[in-house]
């Protein structure tokens, strides 16, 4: 496993990131199972939420915690807050009295005593910087939370963020994979008078790059907003055959390549997996024992569909 510095105390954390989100029909023994298997092969950062099964899954991650007590202490546990699902509908909310109870409930449901890294989910448009800088202020000073992050926010959301708070911000979880590329086509056809020209990110990528801020894909291997995996799916059939073929000559499996394709961007990557099989665990880590060269990284991007100008 490769590892990048991470957090106020340039942490050692895995580049492979096991995300919690779909373990809500798993039991505790399922789940021990699956970190065990992230745990062996090096991974050590697990990333969750208050909204993933309304709570379910925290819950669940909270009893496989209570069950294993020197488990905590060799995670790097992340969560986030900010998504309201209530019964009418769902809302954004950063207001200082929703982050603290958020964290509250979950550390009730995690069953700890802290969260090594807490991000705000999805930008709240309402959100006010000093009022989340005083709830941040509050959680650190508690020892509730280590360190903050963002999640799906703009360079400028973070720049506006960044004007009020104490703490830097350590990492934005953004989508990014083969198959979802909107940060790198704009970037290729910067005043091109076509569709891939729009920047719709505000140059994510590039900013935490400059930064030193982590940057976190999540759904790594699917494509569109939950649409599916495109590994052997037969909308990617040029990709498909890419991955496979670098696979056999890399010798590990098309998993591995497309997660060293996002790990291959120059910034401070790790790349969020959702699977709920430990073999997959696995699988994945080998990502990080192979490096793609350039012209590997852009026969991937092609074969997913693009074009260069
Ligand atoms: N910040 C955000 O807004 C945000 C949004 C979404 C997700 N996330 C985070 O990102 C994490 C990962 O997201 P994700 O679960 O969408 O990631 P993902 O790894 O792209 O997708 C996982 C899903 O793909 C399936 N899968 C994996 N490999 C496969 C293969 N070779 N063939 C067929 N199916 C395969 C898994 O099934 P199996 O379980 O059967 O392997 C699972 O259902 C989440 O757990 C969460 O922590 C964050």
Redesign the pocket.
């Known amino acids: 496993m490769r590892y990048i510095e991470f957090g106020s105390d340039n942490r050692k954390a895995s580049e492979i990131?096991?995300?919690?989100?779909?373990i809500s029909k798993m039991t505790t023994a399922e789940v021990k199972n699956l970190i065990d298997a992230a745990l062996e092969v090096g991974i050590n950062f697990l990333?969750?939420?208050d909204i993933?099964a309304k709570g379910v899954c925290e819950e669940i991650l909270g009893d496989v915690l209570k069950e294993n007590p020197s488990l905590r202490d060799k995670v790097i546990l992340q969560t986030?807050c900010g998504i309201r699902i209530d019964d009418d509908f769902t809302w954004f909310d950063f207001s200082k009295e929703h982050i603290l109870n958020s964290v509250d409930g979950s550390l009730k449901r995690l069953k700890v005593n802290d969260i090594d890294c807490l991000?705000l989910?999805?930008p709240d448009a309402l959100m006010e910087p000093d009022e989340i800088a005083e709830a941040f202020t509050k959680l650190h000073e508690a020892g509730k939370v280590k360190d903050f992050g963002v999640?799906?926010m703009n360079p400028i959301m973070v720049e506006r963020l960044a004007t009020a708070l104490p703490f830097p911000i350590v990492t934005n979880?953004?989508?990014m994979?083969c198959a979802f590329t909107p940060m790198f086509n704009a970037g290729f056809n910067v005043n091109m008078e076509n569709d891939a020209a729009i920047m719709r990110d505000g140059g994510v990528l590039e900013y935490c790059q400059s930064n030193g801020i982590v940057i976190?894909a999540?759904?790594?291997?699917?494509y569109g907003y939950?649409e599916g995996?495109f590994?052997?799916s037969e909308k990617y059939p040029k990709l498909n055959a890419v991955l496979d073929r670098l696979a056999a000559e890399k010798g590990v499996?098309?998993?591995a390549i497309a997660l060293a394709w996002i790990l291959r961007y120059p910034g401070k990557m790790q790349a969020?997996?959702?699977?709920?099989?430990a073999s997959?665990v696995k699988e994945s880590a080998a990502a990080t024992e192979i490096e793609l060269s350039k012209k590997e990284w852009y026969e991937i991007y092609l074969s997913a569909g693009n074009i260069l100008p």
């Not at 990131?17 to 779909?22: K, P, V, Y």
């Not at 969020?272 to 099989?277: A, C, E, L």
Request: charged content about 15%.
């Open positions: 990131i096991l995300g919690l989100m779909r990333d969750t939420a993933y986030k991000l989910h999805r999640s799906n979880q953004v989508q994979s976190q999540w759904s790594a291997l699917q939950f995996v590994l052997g499996t098309n998993t969020v997996i959702g699977t709920t099989k997959r």
